[in-house]
T-cell receptor, first 114, second 114 residues
Framework: EAQVTQNPRYLITVTGKKLTVTCSQNMNHEYMSWYRQDPGLGLRQIYYSMNVEVTDKGDVPEGYKVSRKEKRNFPLILESPSPNQTSLYFCASRLAGAWTGELFFGEGSRLTVL | QQPVQSPQAVILREGEDAVINCSSS?????VHWYRQKHGEAPVFLMILLKGGEQKGHEKISASFNEKKQQSSLYLTASQLSYSGTYFCGTEEGGSGGSNYKLTFGKGTLLTVNP
């Protein structure tokens, strides 16, 4: 089954404790992206990657890191989480050409930073 | 730059029609539409490439006016299953193609009542 898998789905952590949210897709998609969703603000892009070893900042990259060492994986790293990073995070992927369109989303990871 | 959606929310009775608008101040390469139900990930509805085309998906269709950088989503004879939050996503770009950065609006909450 074609899917984007995120882990963990739910996490409560404390300020400053490094954490990684993993994202993996099995569709051989070149393009992967991370979004955060907050009430009233919609989906805001954190980072995106056009292919292995190619990453770029989205609209809200501060406090986050990413890496793309393998085509299928695109982990999101919070080196020193803060309460303002409490949010619902979505990983998504698609084929690289814009005309192919559809962005496939993972189920989301709800993060709470105390 | 985040596209602007309107209205922010709309309440319908089953069978009524609705229009959701999306506009950008940037030259757009494509417009995407997604629907998100409560507690779930966004799901792709359609993509419109520049060229003023109109696309349809059952009783949901959309148009894209590239001169005005505006898109509209039309929901005809709404059903209870249409309830959810609708997001437009825009890719900026001109004749050279897309910048591959998909930016979402803040969303429109659609509620369909019996």
């Amino acid at each position: 089954e074609a899917q984007v898998t995120q882990n963990p789905r739910y996490l409560i952590t404390v300020t400053g404790k490094k954490l990684t949210v993993t994202c993996s897709q099995n569709m051989n998609h070149e393009y992967m992206s991370w979004y955060r969703q907050d009430p009233g603000l919609g989906l805001r892009q954190i980072y995106y990657s056009m292919n292995v070893e190619v990453t770029d900042k989205g609209d809200v990259p501060e406090g986050y890191k990413v890496s793309r060492k393998e085509k299928r994986n695109f982990p999101l790293i919070l080196e020193s989480p803060s309460p303002n990073q409490t949010s619902l995070y979505f990983c998504a992927s698609r084929l690289a050409g814009a005309w192919t369109g559809e962005l496939f989303f993972g189920e989301g990871s709800r993060l709470t930073v105390l | 730059q985040q596209p602007v959606q309107s209205p922010q929310a709309v309440i319908l009775r089953e069978g009524e029609d609705a229009v959701i608008n999306c506009s950008s101040s940037k030259a757009l390469y494509s417009v995407h539409w997604y629907r998100q139900k409560h507690g779930e990930a966004p799901v792709f509805l359609m993509i419109l490439l520049k060229g003023g085309e109109q696309k349809g998906h059952e009783k949901i269709s959309a148009s894209f006016n590239e001169k005005k950088q505006q898109s509209s989503l039309y929901l005809t004879a709404s059903q209870l299953s249409y309830s959810g939050t609708y997001f437009c996503g825009t890719e900026e770009g001109g004749s050279g193609g897309s910048n591959y950065k998909l930016t979402f609006g803040k969303g429109t909450l659609l509620t369909v009542n019996p």
